[in-house]
């Protein structure tokens, strides 16, 4: 009896050890990652595009705040946000301040379903499951028109459900963008379409690396795709990964960079057909406040740095 008791009590500790841990440490242990991308033209300047996702920012958050305002200092080309920017509705000016000193960079962005709708308590184990809570209809919303106003004030550009060109460094990017897939909001019969023959590089952008938008995107000749929306997992097992990634993509994609193609799958990217477009997908920088752990999956930035396809 005593051995079952040390044993119950041995978990008990650990377990609060590991919550401790997730929610304390892992939660607030930022990281910058840095890719090479070779989908530039032959001859063509390197370009460094900053990826900023999911950072779910409530204002009292000073440390996210802190971290990503220094982000700055890399002096990336072009700054990217893929969504589920802010956790409450008094966010905005926080989130702002955050992205104080980038938003003087071109830069582009899509929405989240928490850039509309306001977190509702629930069971953190949800994130585990296909069922994940969208929202709609039942949770208060949030103040999207001032994010969007916000964001677009000093030039960033809405790919809400839009296709765009952007001059970069001297360098033509075109970007096609949807609304989130998650919550059905993506248009693709408004942003389809062939790549143009004018860019120097084609960008597919969306907030959830749903199937249907990156064969969309891959099918139209999108160089490389950037998402967010998995939190990589959030929660993954030390020494294994992730057990899901809250929308059809596989776990072997829920975070870094990786190939796909139209009717990819789980096929995975070692079989890539040559001309496969690169999928870049971000664990994000936050959790939602009602599930507020991390496991083995750090929060992250990533610093893509696209060069010509022949250093690939
Ligand atoms: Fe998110």
Redesign the pocket.
């Known amino acids: 009896m005593r051995a079952v008791t040390k044993t119950v009590l041995g978990l008990g500790i650990a377990g609060t050890g590991v919550l401790g841990w997730a929610s304390l440490v892992e939660r607030n242990a930022f990281v910058l990652r840095r890719y090479d991308v070779p989908v530039l033209p032959d001859g063509a300047a390197p370009l460094r595009v900053l990826h900023l996702s999911?950072l779910?920012l409530l204002p009292r958050q000073r440390a996210k705040r802190a971290w990503v305002h220094s982000l700055a200092s890399l002096d990336p080309d072009l700054v990217i946000t893929t969504g589920?920017n802010i956790a409450a509705d008094d966010a905005v000016p926080a989130l702002l301040d955050a992205y104080e000193l980038l938003l003087g960079i071109p830069g582009a962005f899509v929405l989240?379903s928490?850039d509309y709708f306001a977190p509702t308590l629930k069971n953190p184990l949800r994130y585990l499951t296909r069922h994940h809570a969208r929202g709609v209809g039942t949770t208060p919303r949030l103040p999207t028109a001032d994010l969007v106003r916000g964001l677009r004030s000093q030039g960033w550009v809405d790919l809400t459900n839009r296709r765009r060109c952007l001059s970069v460094r001297g360098q033509r990017i075109e970007f096609v963008g949807v609304d989130d897939p998650h919550l059905d909001y993506d248009r693709l019969d408004l942003v389809r379409g062939p790549a143009s023959p004018d860019a120097d590089v084609t960008l597919g952008i969306t907030h959830a690396p749903y199937q249907r938008v990156l064969d969309a995107y891959a099918a139209d000749g999108a160089g490389l795709i950037i998402a967010?929306?998995t939190?990589g997992g959030q929660v993954c097992v030390p020494g294994y990964g992730a057990l899901v990634t809250n929308c059809d993509l596989d776990t072997s994609r829920v975070k870094g960079l990786s190939r796909w193609w139209p009717g990819a799958g789980s096929t995975p990217s070692s079989q890539a057909p040559e001309g496969a477009a690169w999928l870049e997908v971000s664990a994000?920088l936050?959790t939602?406040p009602t599930a507020p752990v991390r496991l083995a999956c750090r929060p992250e930035a990533t610093l893509l740095t696209l060069v010509p396809r022949s250093q690939g």
Do not use: L, V
């Open positions: 999911d779910h589920d989240g928490n967010g929306h939190h994000g936050g939602a």
